[in-house]
């Protein structure tokens, strides 16, 4: 089966292990959204209700049909890879 992309992603680091992350996100949560300016709103709403502390913004990416996380770097390679990208 071919990789897909499901959304766009921000990875926020506090150096401490999550559960239900994706498969190569070892610290650290990935919050998911249609578009980054929706992800920053509910990064906002958790850091205003003191839900999470200490997060930090780590990298913008897109999660695959596969469980993991991407950068954006590396979604341009998977594009080019698929035949998405003409260069």
């Known amino acids: 089966m071919k990789n897909k992309i499901l959304c766009k992603s921000i ?11 994706p498969i190569n996100i070892k610290t650290g949560i990935i919050l998911n959204g249609l578009n980054y300016k929706n992800i920053q709103s509910t990064f906002n709403i958790l850091n205003e209700k ?21 950068t954006e770097i590396e979604y341009t390679k998977y594009q080019y890879l698929n035949g998405e990208l003409e260069i």
Not at 11 to 21: P, S, V
Not at 50 to 70: A, C
């Open 11 to 21: 990875w926020f680091d506090d150096n401490k292990y999550h559960d239900n992350q």
């Open 50 to 70: 003191k839900i999470k502390k200490n997060l930090f913004f780590r990298e913008k990416g897109y999660l695959t049909n596969d469980n993991k996380f991407i």
